[in-house]
């Protein structure tokens, strides 16, 4: 069985969303899954002693901003840089992502919509109720999802998930692995492409 894309990310993170669409396109040609596996982002930073983009400096977090322009500009995605709800706890969110995915429900979709929530169209990814908005235009049972999300497999399947980035080397987000194979940010999805031809 060809391996597909482990996606190790949080869905507050701008580079997730700046790549997410082209790393579902590359999937789809590569014919392969994508394993969505949204993390606590913050337990991800400390434990590879890295500083979290908010707590950057002017200088580094301006560049940040240029840069995530340029990138939205090639993929042709819109893009408020500078987003109202950010940062923002995403773990509500995740743990949506989540239960989604174990009730095998329409999780790239709603990946793509929570993402772009922060970054397009300025809604607060830790309100339940953009939660609840977000499942509905997914067209998913909200009430039921929002209330698996509560529960434990859930948060363990979320743990399980940052253990596993921590484990693997991951220094942010977006994190992808292909086998044993992995590689860190949206720019590197051409490498990302180049392992999955590898691996089939």
């Known amino acids: 069985m060809k391996p597909g894309i482990e996606h190790f990310f949080t869905p507050v993170s701008g580079y997730a969303y700046l790549g997410h669409d082209t790393m579902l396109k590359i999937a789809r040609a590569a014919g392969v899954k994508v394993r969505q596996r949204p993390v606590d982002i913050g337990k991800v930073f400390e434990a590879c002693g890295v500083t979290p983009p908010a707590k950057q400096s002017e200088a580094r977090r301006a560049w940040r901003m240029r840069d995530m322009r340029l990138w939205a500009e090639r993929r042709g995605l819109p893009l408020q840089d500078r987003p109202r709800f950010w940062p923002v706890d995403g773990?509500?969110?995740?743990?949506?992502?989540?239960?989604?995915a174990i009730m095998n429900g329409s999780v790239d979709r709603f990946v793509s919509a929570a993402l772009a929530a922060v970054w397009a169209r300025d809604l607060d990814l830790a309100e339940p109720r953009t939660i609840a908005v977000l499942l509905d235009e997914c067209g998913a049972d909200v009430a039921g999802v929002m209330a698996y999300a509560g529960s434990g497999e859930a948060k363990a399947a979320y743990e399980a998930n940052t253990s596993d980035a921590i484990a693997a080397g991951?220094?942010?987000?977006?994190?992808?692995?292909?086998?044993?194979?992995?590689?860190?940010?949206?720019?590197?999805?051409?490498?990302?492409?180049?392992?999955?031809?590898?691996?089939?």
């Open 91 to 100: 773990s509500r969110a995740a743990l949506t992502i989540v239960a989604l």
């Open 170 to 200: 991951a220094i942010g987000s977006p994190f992808y692995r292909v086998g044993e194979e992995t590689f860190f940010g949206q720019d590197r999805l051409d490498f990302v492409q180049s392992a999955l031809t590898r691996a089939a």
